[in-house]
T-cell receptor, first 112, second 115 residues
Framework: ELKVEQNPLFLSMQEGKNYTIYCNYSTTSDRLYWYRQDPGKSLESLFVLLSNGAVKQEGRLMASLDTKARLSTLHITAAVHDLSATYFCAVGQETSGSRLTFGEGTQLTVNP | NAGVMQNPRHLVRRRGQEARLRCSPMKGHSHVYWYRQLPEEGLKFMVYLQKENIIDESGMPKERFSAEFPKEGPSILRIQQVVRGDSAAYFC?????????????FGSGTRLTVV
């Protein structure tokens, strides 16, 4: 059974600081997704990572994928308050069809 | 191009009643997925459907839950005889390709409260 673990689960950081959220998964995967969720809202797609070594950047967020280590990272650069949200990674496997397995989420709070 | 439309946004049901949640996929998408999110948790896969077919229902509880995606109209997630533990946010996602390689688009969710 595929397991996806994120850490930390809670992250409080100051504006202007850098930090990394980690997503580990237990079995071979062919795609990894990062989503953002604001309280009471739906999930917003941030990144889709499809190959080993993939790196994608959007604004202050950068995601990478190491399929050999079964690890993805979401790096936050010079955080701002607007980045406060819950971030989920999700892993897909061809063997499980189109289902995604989500991590528990990382609740990020950026303080002024 | 409207996104994935779910309704109602909020639904309150008494224990023992039925809940019907609707999902209209994005235009051009013929694959629908339902996920459930319990408070303070990640999303858990429930079921994957194509038009008139259930492809994968491995995440569906064995009793009281059913899903359909008819030839015409929205996908329906039906929960019979609801219990307090069914209170959660239910999200629908759609994709144009079965593998969802290009990613999924999620609806705004239906927040079910069982009182």
């Amino acid at each position: 059974e595929l397991k996806v673990e994120q850490n930390p689960l809670f992250l409080s950081m100051q504006e202007g600081k850098n930090y990394t959220i980690y997503c580990n998964y237990s079995t071979t995967s062919d795609r990894l997704y990062w989503y953002r969720q604001d309280p009471g809202k739906s999930l917003e797609s941030l990144f889709v990572l499809l190959s080993n070594g993939a790196v994608k950047q959007e604004g202050r967020l950068m995601a990478s994928l190491d399929t050999k280590a079964r690890l993805s990272t979401l790096h936050i650069t010079a955080a701002v308050h607007d980045l406060s949200a819950t971030y989920f990674c999700a892993v897909g496997q061809e063997t499980s069809g189109s289902r995604l397995t989500f991590g528990e989420g990382t609740q990020l709070t950026v303080n002024p | 191009n409207a996104g994935v439309m779910q309704n109602p946004r909020h639904l309150v049901r008494r224990r023992g009643q039925e809940a019907r949640l609707r999902c209209s996929p994005m235009k051009g998408h013929s694959h629908v997925y339902w996920y459930r999110q319990l408070p303070e948790e990640g999303l858990k896969f429930m079921v994957y459907l194509q038009k008139e077919n259930i492809i994968d229902e491995s995440g569906m509880p064995k009793e009281r839950f059913s899903a359909e995606f008819p030839k015409e109209g929205p996908s329906i997630l039906r929960i019979q005889q609801v219990v307090r533990g069914d209170s959660a946010a239910y999200f629908c996602a759609s994709s144009a390709l079965g593998q969802g390689i290009v990613g999924y688009t999620f609806g705004s969710g239906t927040r079910l409260t069982v009182v």
